[in-house]
C-alpha cells in the first residue's frame, strides 16, 4: 500500500500543493478549498499573498462560503425528513472515503485537469451527492415559498387588487352569461356597427378605442352588439359582445368590457394578464386584462385555448401572457 493510501490526509496536502505550484494557480480551485476550511494556516498564508493582486478575489471567496452557508441552512430546515438528510450525508461521507485511494492520481493530473474542473466535478461520486443535495435545498426553498407566498402569480395582488379582481370577475361574467340571451342582448347591446361603436366609445372615453377589423376577420369573429355597461370602479365603460367561429364552423360568445384603466390593478402596457376569478373558473370561463393607450381591456372566453388565443390576436391583445 503507498504512503498516499496509508495518509490520505497527506495526500490531500499535496494535492493542494500542486495547486499551487501550477502555472497559472488555479485560483478558482484554491478558494473553494479555502471556503470549505480545507487549508490549513501555511496554505492560508500562501493563498493570501497569491490574491494580494487579485482584486475579484475576496468576492470570489465570500461566494463559495455564502454556497455552502446556504446548501447547510437549508439541510438543517424542518421541512426535510431527518432521513433523507442523512442520506445525503451519509452518500457524500462515502464518496470522500472511497475516493482517497484516487488522490494520488488526481495530484499526478492535476497540472493538466483540476483548471477546467469545478469542485463538485473532483469524483462522479461527490458530483452525485452534490447534484442530490442541491435538489433537495430547491425543494425545500420551494416548500417554505409555497408557505410564506413568495411563489405567488407572477404580478401579486394586495388585497384591495384581489378584491376587485373577484368584484370585476363576478360583474363581467354575469353580464356576459346575461346578454348570451338575445332578448337580453338586444336591450342593451344598440351598437351594432363596430366602426360607430368604436367611435362612440372613444367619444366617451376621450381617448382611441382598439377594436377588431370586422371586414378582415368576418370568418373568425363576427359582432353582435355594443353598449354602456357599469364595470367596476369606473365611471364609463362599455361591453361589446362578439361570436367567435371556432375550428368546427360553431359560434361560441365572447364579450369585451372596455373603460378607462381606473388604476386599480398593476398592469403594464405590453402584457395581457389571466386575472384570477373565483366566479368565472366555476363557471369554466377564463377572464383576460390588458391596458393600451389609457384603455382597460377585459375579455370574458368560454373558447378553446386556439380560439380564444385568436380572438386576443384579433383584439390586439399583447401575446406576452402573465398571471394576476
Known amino acids: 500500500m503507498s504512503n498516499e493510501q496509508q495518509h490520505p490526509e497527506h ?25 470549505d476550511g480545507e487549508l490549513n494556516e501555511q496554505q492560508c498564508e500562501r493563498l493570501k499573498k497569491v490574491i494580494a493582486d487579485r482584486p475579484e478575489a475576496p468576492s470570489q ?10 446548501c447547510s441552512r437549508a439541510m438543517d430546515k424542518p421541512q426535510c425528513p431527518k432521513a433523507l438528510r442523512d442520506r445525503v450525508t451519509s452518500m457524500a461521507a462515502t464518496a470522500v ?18 483548471r477546467n474542473r469545478s469542485f463538485w466535478a473532483r469524483t462522479p461520486a461527490m458530483g452525485i451527492a452534490a447534484a442530490v443535495l442541491l435538489s433537495v435545498a430547491g425543494v425545500l426553498v420551494w416548500q417554505s415559498a409555497s408557505i410564506f407566498g413568495v411563489l405567488s402569480p407572477s404580478t401579486p395582488l394586495n388585497i384591495e387588487q384581489a378584491s376587485y379582481s373577484e368584484r370585476v370577475g363576478q360583474f363581467v361574467l354575469g353580464e356576459h352569461k346575461r346578454c348570451c340571451n338575445d332578448d337580453a342582448a338586444e336591450a342593451k347591446l344598440i351598437q351594432h356597427d363596430i366602426s360607430q361603436a368604436s367611435a362612440y366609445f372613444s367619444q366617451q372615453f376621450e381617448r382611441p378605442v382598439r377594436l377588431p377589423q370586422m371586414e378582415e376577420n368576418q370568418e373568425q369573429i363576427r359582432f353582435y352588439g355594443g353598449g354602456d355597461c357599469h364595470v367596476p370602479e369606473t365611471i364609463q365603460s ?3 359582445r362578439f361570436d367567435a367561429i371556432d375550428p368546427n364552423g360553431e359560434a361560441i360568445s365572447v364579450s369585451l368590457f372596455i373603460a378607462p384603466d381606473p388604476g386599480v390593478l398593476p398592469l403594464e402596457e405590453g402584457v395581457t394578464y389571466r386575472l384570477s376569478s373565483s366566479a368565472c373558473d366555476a363557471a369554466g370561463a377564463r377572464l383576460f386584462v390588458w391596458v393600451s393607450g389609457g384603455v382597460q381591456y377585459l375579455l370574458v372566453s368560454e373558447a378553446s385555448d386556439k380560439t380564444c388565443g385568436d380572438v386576443r390576436d384579433l383584439m390586439d391583445a399583447p401575446r406576452r401572457i402573465k398571471q394576476i
Open 238 to 240: 362599455g361591453h361589446l
Open 97 to 114: 472515503a472511497a475516493d482517497q485511494d484516487a488522490y494520488a492520481q488526481q495530484i499526478e493530473d492535476s497540472n493538466s485537469t483540476t
Open 11 to 35: 495526500a490531500q496536502e499535496a494535492f493542494l500543493d500542486a495547486l499551487f505550484e501550477e502555472s497559472p494557480i488555479n485560483l478558482a480551485a484554491l478558494l473553494r478549498a479555502c471556503a
Open 61 to 70: 471567496h465570500d461566494f463559495e462560503q455564502a454556497l455552502r452557508g446556504c
